[in-house]
Structure formats: structure tokens, C-alpha cells
């Protein structure tokens, strides 16, 4: 009998399947593979999953952006390239999205607020979702949004 798989085997092939997903949008599976010549931008980049899928972005050779809410309380010595590491952006402020979205081909959104309280989390949830579509699309750059 195999053993199991990572617990996180599951999460890297469905970001590898994304990564694939030509962020570009120029249908070349092989040049998007590469990543070189692609910015993107990860919002929650400080996240559990944000964290495994940079890596992931990382290695495939894109440039990466970040988003975090407060880049003080982001880890130092990431070693991202291209564009600044963190951007300070807030899933309720479509100027900072816009923002840190401005140049990006495709943004990965896994950012979401984190708290005990339901009535706290669902409507903030929502709206910064709606808002990273809208400013995504605002930006005129960005030619793939990923959700999770």
C-alpha cells in the first residue's frame, strides 16, 4: 500500500493547474509554463495558501506582487523579484487594489479577512471579492483573476 500523499499535495496541483491555466492569455501553455515575462499579483500573500502558491509563482519565473494589509507584520527576506515584495492594499479600498494590480496579467486572490465573528467575515468577504473583480478589470492589464 502507497502511502498517503502530503497534506498539502492536493492544494500544489490544483495551483499548479492554475499556474498552467495561461495567466498570459496568449494560449501557449509552454511560454505561460515558463512564467519569464509574467507579473502577477497574490493578494494575502502572507496566507497559508498565498504562501505555498508564491513559491510555486516563484519557481515558475514570474514577478511577483504581493498584497498584504499591514507590511510591517510581513515576513522580511522573501526573496520576491520584480515589482515591489508587499503592496499595501485592503479588500474594502478598490483605489489600493487598483493600485497594486496596475501592470500585473493576472492576480490570484486568496486574501480574506480572518475572525471568529460571521456578521464580521461574510460581508467584508464578499465585497473585497467583488471588488478585486472590478479593479481587476479597471486596470485594463490583467487578463486572469484565480480564486480559491
Known amino acids: 500500500m502507497a502511502s498517503p500523499a502530503p497534506k498539502n499535495a492536493f492544494l500544489g496541483e490544483v495551483m499548479q493547474t492554475c499556474i498552467l491555466a495561461n495567466v498570459g492569455g496568449d494560449n501557449n501553455t509552454a511560454n505561460c509554463a515558463s512564467g519569464h515575462g509574467h507579473t502577477v499579483c497574490v493578494t494575502g500573500a502572507c496566507g497559508f495558501i498565498a504562501s505555498w502558491l508564491v513559491k510555486l509563482l516563484l519557481e515558475k519565473g514570474y514577478t511577483m506582487r504581493g498584497t498584504v494589509r499591514n507590511p510591517e507584520r510581513a ?3 522573501s526573496g520576491w523579484s520584480g515589482g515591489p515584495a508587499d503592496v499595501r492594499a485592503d ?3 478598490m483605489e489600493s487594489l487598483a493600485a497594486a494590480f ?3 496579467e493576472g492576480v490570484f486572490h486568496t486574501a480574506s479577512p480572518i475572525t471568529d465573528d460571521p ?6 468577504a464578499v465585497n473585497g471579492t467583488r471588488n478585486v473583480i472590478n479593479a481587476a478589470a479597471d486596470v485594463g492589464s490583467v487578463r486572469r483573476v484565480f480564486f480559491n
Not at 456578521?119 to 467584508?124: D, G, R
Open 75 to 77: 515576513p522580511q527576506g
Open 91 to 93: 479588500l474594502l479600498d
Open 102 to 104: 496596475r501592470g500585473c
Open 119 to 124: 456578521e464580521k467575515m461574510i460581508e467584508p
